[in-house]
């Protein structure tokens, strides 16, 4: 069936410096990539998106990659600081809706100060 | 503010109790789901709701039962549940066939223990 795959598991990092979490799926209908940021004890926000029609998408520290021929996507976070520590989700959705919306398993971001 | 309002936050119930966990969604979204999560795995979807009918029932026990009265509206009915069911319960909506694709919006959570 359709599957997200996501790496690394666990990110550990220096405040300042860069992270980058990779997602590869399966399903060629998707079309539509979304990036959550849980932070303990909360439910998964949305923080950054990327449509199929789009290769990077930028917002402020934040950037996603798309690769629709390797079925690739990225989030890339730059000047990391420790209210970054969290855990990370990427997402892969066809057009057909989004309780088709498959999840990867999550990265947990540490941020060292 | 998520706009997806979850109650309780926090549950703790005996196996033989009988409870209900509450979504309200202030988005005007068309979609609600539940879904489950567990230490070390991934998000684990329960059931969709689209214009209040159900359209996915990934196999969930029966000792799970949703309810949705209206678009805006969302409970899980639980009882004679197991430990292994402890979990963050997730309540999320969105709205389906828009330009927006779909993102589904998540609320806080509930976190659920059965002793």
């Known amino acids: 069936g359709e599957n997200v795959e996501q790496h690394p598991s666990t990110l550990s990092v220096q405040e300042g410096d860069s992270a980058v979490i990779k997602c590869t799926y399966s399903?060629?209908?998707?079309?539509?990539f979304p990036w959550y940021k849980q932070e303990l004890g909360k439910g998964p926000q949305l923080i950054i998106d990327?449509?199929?029609?789009?290769g990077e998408k930028k917002d402020q520290r934040i950037a996603v990659t798309l690769n629709k021929t390797a079925k690739h996507f990225s989030l890339h976070i730059t000047e990391t600081q420790p209210e970054d520590s969290a855990v990370y989700f990427c997402?892969?959705?066809?057009?057909?809706?989004?309780?088709?919306?498959?999840f990867g398993a999550g990265t947990r971001l540490f941020v060292k100060a | 503010e998520t706009g997806v309002t979850q109650t309780p936050r926090h549950l703790v119930m005996g196996m033989t109790n009988k409870k209900s966990l509450k979504c309200e969604q202030h988005?005007?979204?068309?979609?609600m789901y539940w879904y489950k999560q567990s230490a070390k795995k991934p998000l684990e979807l329960m059931f969709v709701?689209?214009?209040?009918?159900?359209?996915e029932n990934n196999s969930v026990p029966s000792r799970f039962s949703p309810e949705c009265p209206n678009s805006s509206h969302l409970f899980l009915h639980l009882h004679t549940l197991q430990p292994e069911d402890s979990a963050l319960y997730l309540c999320?909506?969105?709205?389906?066939?828009?330009?927006?694709?779909?993102?589904?919006?998540f609320g806080e959570g509930s976190w659920l223990t059965v002793v």
């Open positions: 990327i449509r199929s029609n789009v």
């Open positions: 988005l005007g979204h068309n979609a």
């Open positions: 999320a909506s969105s709205q389906e066939g828009s330009l927006s694709g779909n993102t589904i919006y």
């Open positions: 997402a892969a959705i066809p057009n057909t809706g989004g309780f088709k919306t498959i």
């Open positions: 399903d060629s209908a998707s079309n539509y």
């Open positions: 709701y689209n214009f209040k009918e159900q359209t």
